[in-house]
C-alpha cells in the first residue's frame, strides 16, 4: 500500500503533467489548477497575453508552471519567475522584446502591492538640512518601496502603452535599437512608469542597492557628465521618489 507521502506525489504529478490524467477526479483537478495558473499571470502579463494570443500564452504558462508550480495558496504573487522563463522558452525566442515586455509588467504589479513609505517629503527635507557637510557623502538614501527600475534594447514602454486604450499602432514602433531605462512606482495610489535620463537611472539603481550618496553620484557622472545631483534630489524627493534618510 502507498504512503501518504508517495500518494501525495503521485497527485502534485497528476496535476502538473502537460495532459489531464485518465481518472476523471484527478482530470478535473488537473483543468482547475491550470485554468486558474493561465488566468492569474493572464491577469499580471495582460500585454503578454495580448502580443502572443490567448493559445500561444496558454501553452506557456503551462510550461512555465511544470517549471515553476506556485508555492503559495495566493495567486497573486506568482509569476515572479515568468519574464526569465520566457526569456529561455524556444517558442518565444521570435519574440525578442517579449521578456522585457514582462518584466514591466511584473515590475508594474510589485509596485501595486508595495508597502507605503513613511513621512513626508518635507521630513526628509528638514533630515537632508541637518546632515553634517562632513557626512554627505557617506548619507544613503532610501527610495520608496514601490520604486522598480528596468533597462531594456527593446521600446518596452511604447509597447505597453500601445496595448492601452488610444494607443499608438503596434506597426508604427520600431522595436529594435532602443534604450529604454524606466523607473516604475505608486503614486497616489496608481503605478506610473516614465523615462529617465542615463545618468539618473543609473543614480537611482546605485541608491537602491544601498550604496552612499557620493558613490550613487560617481557612478551617475561616469554615465553622463552633465548629470545634476542638486536638481535630481530635489525633484525626487518631491515627487516621494526619495522617501527617507538611512
Same mark, same amino acid.
Given at each position: 500500500m502507498p504512503s501518504l507521502l508517495e500518494l501525495q506525489r503521485r497527485f502534485a504529478g497528476a496535476l502538473l503533467a502537460s495532459a489531464p490524467p485518465d481518472e476523471p477526479g484527478l482530470a478535473a483537478y488537473h483543468g482547475t489548477v491550470h485554468a486558474n495558473w493561465r488566468s492569474a499571470l493572464g491577469a499580471t502579463f495582460v500585454v503578454v497575453r495580448e502580443l502572443t494570443g490567448a493559445a500561444f500564452f496558454d501553452a506557456a504558462v503551462d $510550461?512555465? =508552471?511544470?517549471?515553476?508550480?506556485?508555492?503559495?495558496?495566493?495567486?497573486?504573487?506568482?509569476?515572479?519567475?515568468? %519574464?526569465?522563463?520566457?526569456?529561455?522558452?524556444?517558442?518565444?525566442?521570435?519574440?525578442?522584446?517579449?521578456?522585457?515586455?514582462?518584466? +514591466?509588467?511584473?515590475?508594474?504589479? /510589485? =509596485?501595486?502591492?508595495?508597502?507605503?513609505?513613511?513621512?513626508?517629503?518635507?521630513?526628509?527635507?528638514? $533630515?537632508? $538640512?541637518?546632515?553634517? %557637510?562632513?557626512?554627505?557623502?557617506?548619507?544613503?538614501?532610501?527610495?520608496?518601496?514601490?520604486?522598480?527600475?528596468?533597462?531594456?534594447?527593446?521600446?518596452?514602454?511604447?509597447?505597453?502603452? =500601445?496595448?492601452?486604450?488610444?494607443? /499608438?499602432?503596434?506597426?508604427?514602433? /520600431?522595436? /529594435?535599437?532602443?534604450?529604454?531605462? +524606466?523607473l516604475v512606482r505608486r503614486e497616489s495610489g496608481a503605478v506610473t512608469v516614465e523615462r529617465v535620463p542615463s545618468g539618473e537611472h543609473v543614480w537611482l539603481a546605485a541608491l537602491q542597492a544601498r550604496g552612499t550618496l557620493a558613490a550613487a553620484l560617481d557612478a551617475a557622472l561616469a554615465e553622463d557628465a552633465a548629470f545634476d545631483l542638486g536638481a535630481v534630489l530635489q525633484r525626487r524627493v518631491a515627487d516621494r521618489t526619495v522617501v527617507a534618510l538611512a
Open positions: $510550461a512555465f =508552471a511544470r517549471m515553476h508550480p506556485s508555492r503559495g495558496g495566493d495567486l497573486n504573487v506568482y509569476g515572479d519567475a515568468f %519574464p526569465g522563463f520566457l526569456a529561455s522558452w524556444p517558442p518565444a525566442h521570435e519574440l525578442a522584446y517579449l521578456t522585457d515586455v514582462a518584466r +514591466l509588467e511584473w515590475a508594474m504589479d /510589485e =509596485a501595486q502591492r508595495a508597502a507605503d513609505a513613511q513621512g513626508t517629503a518635507q521630513d526628509v527635507v528638514t $533630515a537632508l $538640512a541637518a546632515v553634517p %557637510p562632513a557626512n554627505v557623502a557617506t548619507l544613503r538614501v532610501l527610495l520608496d518601496p514601490s520604486c522598480r527600475l528596468l533597462r531594456s534594447p527593446h521600446p518596452v514602454l511604447r509597447i505597453w502603452r =500601445a496595448h492601452q486604450p488610444g494607443g /499608438e499602432p503596434l506597426e508604427r514602433i /520600431e522595436l /529594435e535599437g532602443a534604450d529604454d531605462r +524606466l
